[in-house]
C-alpha cells in the first residue's frame, strides 16, 4: 500500500498529464499525497535543464503556482498538503520524499533526448537515480 505520494509539478504543460496519470493510480484512503513545486535558483535558471520551465517561457509567479497546486488539491479525495520549496528542483523533491518517507514519487519529463539532454541535464533522471523510493515518470504526449 502506498502512504506517501510525492507529485513534482513544475507548472508546465506536463503538470496535466501528471495530475492525470496520479488520478488514474489507485489510491487507498489512507494515503497521503504531497503536491510539490521547486522554483529554481537563479543559477539554475541559467543552465536551463531539460525538465526545468524554458527560459521562453513566461515566468510563473509563486502565487499562481499556489493557486494551481491549492486547485489539484482540491479536487483530491485523499489527504494531500502543499509544498512549495526554493532550490535544485531534484535535490529538493528527493529531500522531501525522505523527509515525508514516500512511497513513491510521480514527476513529469520534458521527453528531450540525445545531445540535449547529455547537455542540459534531467531533473527526472537524477531524481531516478537517487530517490530511495519507486519514482514514475509522465512523458508528453509524442503526437
Known amino acids: 500500500m502506498l502512504k506517501n505520494v510525492l507529485v513534482a509539478l513544475d507548472g508546465s504543460e506536463i503538470a496535466e498529464r501528471v495530475i492525470q496519470t496520479l488520478n488514474d493510480v489507485v489510491l487507498a484512503n489512507e494515503t497521503k499525497i504531497?503536491?510539490?513545486?521547486?522554483?529554481p535558483t537563479s543559477e539554475l535558471e541559467l543552465e536551463s535543464p531539460a525538465d526545468l520551465p524554458h527560459p521562453e517561457s513566461p515566468t510563473i509567479s509563486y502565487f499562481q503556482i499556489e493557486k494551481q497546486l491549492q486547485s489539484y488539491k482540491?479536487?483530491?479525495?485523499?489527504?494531500?498538503?502543499?509544498?512549495?520549496?526554493?532550490?535544485?528542483?531534484?535535490?529538493?523533491?528527493i529531500r522531501l520524499a525522505n523527509i515525508y518517507k514516500t512511497d513513491l514519487i510521480i514527476l513529469g519529463s520534458r521527453g528531450l533526448m540525445g545531445m540535449k539532454r547529455i547537455v542540459l541535464g534531467s531533473v527526472s533522471s537524477q531524481v531516478v537515480e537517487e530517490a530511495n523510493c519507486s519514482v514514475l515518470v509522465v512523458k508528453p504526449n509524442r503526437e
Not at 504531497?34 to 522554483?39: D, G, N, Q
Not at 482540491?74 to 523533491?93: K, R
Request: glycine fraction near 4%; charge should be negative; charged fraction near 20%.
Open 74 to 93: 482540491e479536487n483530491l479525495s485523499v489527504n494531500s498538503e502543499l509544498e512549495l520549496v526554493t532550490g535544485n528542483p531534484a535535490d529538493e523533491i
Open 34 to 39: 504531497i503536491l510539490c513545486h521547486v522554483f
